[in-house]
T-cell receptor, first 112, second 114 residues
């Protein structure tokens, strides 16, 4: 199976926009790309999902290019409480099976 | 609506023993997935169940098994425990499994193997 790649860590300041990119290939044709947020000692929490182009909800935007080999999570005006690990979840086709593969995670630290 | 619950929250076992972890999904959710999380390997997919059937399986040895009951509750079992099985085991539920990955995670079971 091909690898999913995310930056290991990112630092930002309060009020800035943060963009985290996940690179992946061999995504299953009809499946969505999903992003999660995880705080210490908690399970991951769903943020946003998309299939192509751009999706926006009340907390984030997700940009997916036409070839779907990457996706970018955009967090507008981050605050200290956005400090967490962010994961992309990409369904991978492996023969007739599908594996739900999380990226390695990006530790976002928001500084005052 | 109650969230995903996992029991027990913490567990200490000895090498060679077996363990069973339990997961109760959100009411109305029919798909349950299990993941192993370790500092070295990150979040790794174990298996996914829908309507009592295993739909997908990750790359784990046969010592890891699971099942889903008619009420969508799920259990996973690890036999012949090894030190490397020490991890946080997370369960997630979703409405269905086909195209939506809006999963809701439980707090996890922290398993320590000594």
């Amino acid at each position: 199976l091909a690898k999913t790649t995310q930056p290991i860590s990112m630092d930002s300041y309060e009020g800035q926009e943060v963009n985290i990119t996940c690179s992946h290939n061999n995504i299953a044709t009809n499946d969505y790309i999903t992003w999660y947020q995880q705080f210490p000692s908690q399970g991951p929490r769903f943020i946003i999902q998309g299939y192509k182009t751009k999706v926006t909800n009340e907390v984030a935007s997700l940009f997916i290019p036409a070839d779907r080999k990457s996706s970018t999570l955009s967090l507008p005006r981050v605050s200290l409480s956005d400090t967490a690990v962010y994961y992309c979840l990409v369904p991978r086709a492996s023969g007739s099976a599908r594996q739900l593969t999380f990226g390695s995670g990006t530790q976002l630290t928001v500084l005052p | 609506k109650a969230g995903v619950t996992q029991t027990p929250r913490y567990l200490i076992k000895t090498r060679g023993q077996q363990v069973t972890l339990s997961c109760s999904p959100i009411s109305g959710h029919r798909s349950v997935s299990w993941y192993q999380q370790t500092p070295g390997q990150g979040l790794q997919f174990l298996f996914e169940y829908f309507s009592e059937t295993q739909r997908n399986k990750g790359n784990f040895p046969g010592r890891f098994s699971g099942r889903q009951f008619s009420n969508s509750r799920s259990e996973m079992n690890v036999s012949t425990l090894e030190l490397g099985d020490s991890a946080l085991y997370l369960c997630a539920s979703s409405l269905d499994w086909e195209n939506s990955y809006e999963q809701y995670f439980g707090p996890g079971t922290r398993l320590t193997v000594t």
